[in-house]
């Protein structure tokens, strides 16, 4: 299984961006995907999942409301849309994979960075 993210960028205060997370593989409803992000000098922090299907994604509190996580199956590809940026959301942004069922991301794609300006 591979992932790869795109659509990270510059961005101020306020905006939005769209990332994208492609999945290679034949099976991508076997799989739930993640979006991590890891600021410098910061732990990598979750940011939210989804399961098989579009229903309820998980999200940390800290984008709660400001992101949303959605997926085509027909598309293998995961979205992750980024409104109201803050600062505190600069960081590099990757998404990963799990199998359903399990709760371990076990597949990783390189990241994408995002940076927000003030």
């Known amino acids: 299984v591979e992932l790869a993210e795109s659509g990270g960028g510059r961005v101020q205060a306020g905006g939005s961006l769209t990332l994208t997370c492609v999945v290679s593989?034949?099976?991508?409803?076997?799989?739930?995907v993640g979006w991590f992000r890891q600021a410098p000098g910061r732990e990598r922090e979750f940011v939210g999942g989804?399961?098989?299907?579009?229903?309820?994604?998980d999200y940390a509190d800290s984008v709660k409301g400001r992101f949303t996580i959605s997926r085509d199956n027909a598309k293998n590809t995961v979205y992750l849309r980024m409104n109201m940026l803050k600062a505190d959301d600069s960081a590099t942004y990757y998404c990963a994979g799990r199998l359903i069922g399990y709760r371990g991301y076990a597949w990783w794609g390189r990241g994408t960075q995002v940076a927000v300006s003030p």
């Open positions: 593989t034949r099976t991508f409803t076997d799989y739930g």
């Open positions: 989804i399961g098989r299907i579009n229903t309820r994604p």
